[in-house]
């Protein structure tokens, strides 16, 4: 029997290649291996998202993307948050017993905090509470995360473990997945790659705007016929994401000859990109000619997702004594 994997992505605008290196290749990579549940977190989204309409397109958006990247829905089951209630059901009972204190020591409502978040609501501070429910109701062996959200799943095991303290042993204890491609990937600033800094190369836009993207790319000054470092230069690691051994190591060589200048290997990076992603683009046109098939995906993943979470909210029910 396979072991579970569980993910929630988030409808939050254009993929770059952060995005698809830290955590989308490595989603669609777990598929072959584990049985995985994949959602999109529509409902978290509400926390910031106040326009139906921006709303809605960027979830057909964010599964356009996953899809076109690979994602099977005959080996991986990918659902929209809000189209199973027993999340929203659990995240009900779950904040009866989580403690006011765990929550308050949540990253995301600290910061809202600090910074002085204009109106921060409720939703922001039981986020946490609902992303456990996310997470136990499917009884995942594995839950991928990055850094920053390694918390989330600290606060999911504190709350199982309540919960199987006060009542009876009903959820088991989720293990967080770290990606083996754990490095962060560099802007065209040389800062972490991120839509918040605006320093992104995005993965589906036109070719002239990849190129803008890519020239941007911040270097250092040294002189064209001087010896280059590719160890200090984002280009080349950004290219060596994408490229084969031997030809990492042919650029190598051309950085370490001199006579070879920050210009061409940004030329040889865009070619590089352009041709990775080009049967992924290609795919994503097809897949937006024909929304009623993303919609279909969308509605058997959530037909599976509601039997298998039905079956642990039943458990929780009778748990606690709410089944007569």
């Known amino acids: 029997m396979k072991k579970v994997v569980l993910s929630g992505i988030q ?10 290196l830290g955590a989308m290749k490595n989603c669609i990579d777990l598929q072959n291996e584990y049985e995985s549940y994949i959602f999109v977190a529509d409902l ?29 829905p005959e080996k991986a089951t990918i659902f929209r948050q809000s189209d199973v209630p027993a ?5 009900w009972i779950f904040n009866c017993i989580a403690p006011f204190g ?5 990253h995301a409502w600290k910061d809202a ?4 978040h204009k109106d921060p609501t409720v939703g922001l501070f039981t986020y946490p509470v609902l992303m456990a429910a996310d997470i136990l109701l499917y009884q995942p062996d594995l839950v991928p995360v990055g850094k920053d959200q390694k ?22 204890e989720p293990q967080e997945y770290t990606p083996k491609n754990g490095a962060t990937i560099p802007g065209t600033d040389g800062e972490k790659m991120s839509k918040s800094y605006n320093n992104t190369i995005d993965i589906f836009t036109d070719e002239a705007t990849l190129k803008k993207q890519v020239m941007s790319i911040k270097t250092d000054s040294t002189p064209f016929e001087d010896p280059k470092n590719p160890e200090t230069c984002h280009v080349f690691k950004i290219y060596s ?6 030809e990492i190591q042919v650029l190598t060589k051309k ?6 200048g920050y210009g061409d290997a940004k030329k040889i990076l865009l070619q590089k990109l352009l041709d990775y992603f080009a049967p992924f683009r290609q795919k994503r046109i097809e897949l937006a000619g024909d929304l009623g098939y993303v919609k279909e995906v969308l509605r058997k993943g959530a037909e599976k997702a509601r039997m298998t979470s039905n079956k642990t909210l039943a458990n929780v029910k009778k748990a606690i004594g709410l089944t007569l």
């Open 11 to 20: 409808s939050s605008g254009t993929p770059h290649i952060g995005n698809y």
């Open 44 to 72: 978290h989204s509400l926390t910031t998202v106040k326009d139906p309409k921006k709303l809605a397109q960027s979830i057909l958006d964010v599964v356009l993307d996953y899809l076109a990247l690979g994602l099977d």
């Open 87 to 91: 999340h929203t059901e659990l995240a």
């Open 102 to 106: 765990l929550l308050e020591r949540a």
């Open 113 to 116: 905090v600090q910074k002085g």
């Open 151 to 172: 918390q989330h799943i600290e606060i999911a095991r504190d709350i199982a473990n309540k919960f199987n303290h006060l009542y009876t042993e009903t959820f088991k």
């Open 241 to 246: 994401y994408f490229a084969s051994r031997e």
């Open 255 to 260: 950085y370490k000859k001199g006579g070879f």
